[in-house]
Every structure is written in structure tokens, then in C-alpha cells.
């Protein structure tokens, strides 16, 4: 199982970016999820989804501004980000989980190369 993350950047706070997220492999039944690592700090889970697509979870902070979706083939998963803040500033990596919805990082069975997201005040 591979992943591949894109759509990074560089923003100003309130704007907008969209991440992606490609797997290969058998993967097109397996939860995924975003997690992200700001400089200085512990990776942290962001938003998961499981295989169909019905069930979301998100951590609180990104709640209302963050929506996790999957494409029509299910092997890819997107992250588009609203209202984005400084604070919002990481590497944002891709996860999969062959069980459950990945929201502990310990859990998780597949990662990606991250994404930098940088938000400017």
C-alpha cells in the first residue's frame, strides 16, 4: 500500500487549500485520515473517514472549517480546508488503517510522505 499526499502551500489566514490523498494497492476498503506535526510538537490527528464514505471524525480545533471526503473510486481521499490559520501551520500526512478509522497515530497502519501547509498571519 503506497500514499501519496499533494496540495500543499503557502496561504494567508482565512484562506483556503485542499489536500489530496492516492493510494495504491488493495486499498479501496480501508479507513483513512489526515494527521499533522507542527514543528516542535507531537503528530496529532486532524480528520479520518471510513471506507464509504458515511462516517467522519475530526478533532475539535478544526471542526466547522475542515471537511474529509473520498472520491467516487474510494482510493482517494481529500482534505479541503477553510478559515485556515496560523496555528493551522504543519506537515500534513496521510494515514490508513485496514480496520478502523485511524485517529490515534500508534494505530495506524499506512502513512504517506507529508504535505506542508504554511499559513501566514
Known amino acids: 500500500v503506497q500514499l501519496q499526499a499533494s496540495g500543499g502551500g503557502l496561504v494567508q489566514a482565512g484562506g483556503s487549500l485542499r489536500l489530496s490523498c492516492a493510494a495504491s494497492g488493495r486499498t479501496f476498503t480501508y479507513p483513512m485520515g489526515w494527521f499533522r506535526q507542527a514543528p516542535g510538537k507531537e503528530r496529532e490527528f486532524v480528520a479520518a473517514?471510513?471506507?464509504?464514505?458515511?462516517?467522519?471524525s475530526y478533532v475539535d480545533s478544526v471542526k466547522g472549517r475542515f471537511t474529509i471526503s473520498r472520491g467516487n473510486a474510494k482510493n482517494t481521499v481529500y482534505l479541503q480546508m477553510n478559515s485556515l490559520k496560523p496555528e493551522d501551520t504543519a506537515v500534513y500526512y496521510c494515514a490508513a488503517d485496514r480496520f478502523t478509522i485511524p485517529t490515534v497515530s500508534d494505530d495506524v497502519d499506512y502513512w504517506g510522505k507529508g504535505t506542508q501547509v504554511t499559513v501566514s498571519s
Open positions: 473517514i471510513n471506507w464509504s464514505g458515511s462516517s467522519t
